[in-house]
């Protein structure tokens, strides 16, 4: 039998994303056997991302400051744009230390089903970024799913008219993956995008 | 790149038991995008579970009283203990709707390895309510594994001697659970504690 603060814990645990009943009940329980400080520095954690993150003018990617470290290092290649679904999606690109360019966070991707229509998304600022800066190309860095895909077709039809360079990141079966155990749709993505060696 | 705030939060999921990085990344997002209501409930709930909850003067279960609601309620069978090695466990024996006796905390199980002796449980505690209360069954409800065995095995010497019935739960091949894809372990003590029909 819980007792009524527990339940309550476990309920915000269970709130969170991925996080089952039985998961919740876990966390709530270590919570209870943490020292008392260490539950300060995580509820000082979590309140500190609320107050202290706003988003980036420029690109809209999360940041402390109201330009983000990338759109301000000069060292990066401002006439490439990354455009991404959100700021999760720039972690992972920037762990392949690969890219060199900058980025631009949407906010999300098209999908009328759920009521996601490119007004609320953040095209316009992409668009003006455009006409003010000087961009070469812009690289399609979105989800090759379904919602993803339809994002890439608009932005493809609302950009071609500016002349730059569009690409779209590749899709196919992943390193060290498996075609045995792939889908049948990244099947034909890898055949269809088949290079020549 | 995650920005300073983010990245605490990030290491503070980290560091709760089953959630690894990717996991902790997705969480600091998903408190990035709650409302400030939300978080303030959230830090709340974490708060008032260190603050409010200490330990049943009885049985050592986590309760918001000095006696738990468990120890406290008349109703239930006073004369039957129910040993345990955490709180967890009573929640999931209360959702049996099967006990109705009262339970015995042990706070851990005897582990030598990781210098887990029997002067570290809650065994005297247990001796007391056996000397005081009037118990005429003491219910091993520890996991069967090797530190549970342990304890069960130490426990049932120990008591023995007051002339209680003993008794402890059964293991098995789980209900709905597969023979073929059991363990040889639960296997054979399905056998050996098979019973006549």
Do not use: Q, W
Request: net charge negative; aromatic share 6%; glycine share 8%.
């Amino acid at each position: 039998m819980a007792t009524k603060s527990l339940e309550i814990l476990i309920d915000e645990f269970n709130k969170l994303p991925g996080i089952g009943r039985k998961n919740a009940v876990r966390l709530a329980f270590h919570v209870l056997g943490m020292p008392m400080d260490d539950v300060e520095n995580f509820t000082k954690a979590l309140k500190n991302v609320k107050d202290n993150i706003k988003k980036c003018s420029i690109c809209g990617d999360y940041s402390e400051n109201d330009v983000c470290d990338v759109c301000s290092d000069e060292l990066r290649d401002s006439s490439t744009i990354c455009v991404v679904e959100d700021g999760r999606d720039i972690i992972s690109f920037e762990k392949t230390c690969k890219y060199k360019g900058k980025y631009h966070v949407l906010d999300g991707k098209i999908a009328p089903l759920s009521g996601m229509t490119p007004d609320k998304l953040n095209i316009k600022s992409l668009l003006e970024r455009i006409v003010k800066e000087d961009i070469k190309e812009i690289i399609l860095g979105l989800n090759p799913d379904f919602d993803g895909d339809i994002t890439s077709t608009y932005l493809i039809k609302l950009l071609k008219p500016f002349g730059i360079k569009i690409t779209k990141i590749a899709s196919g079966i992943p390193i060290g993956g498996n075609i045995e155990f792939a889908d049948i749709a990244t099947i034909s993505k890898a055949l269809d995008s088949r290079n020549e060696v």
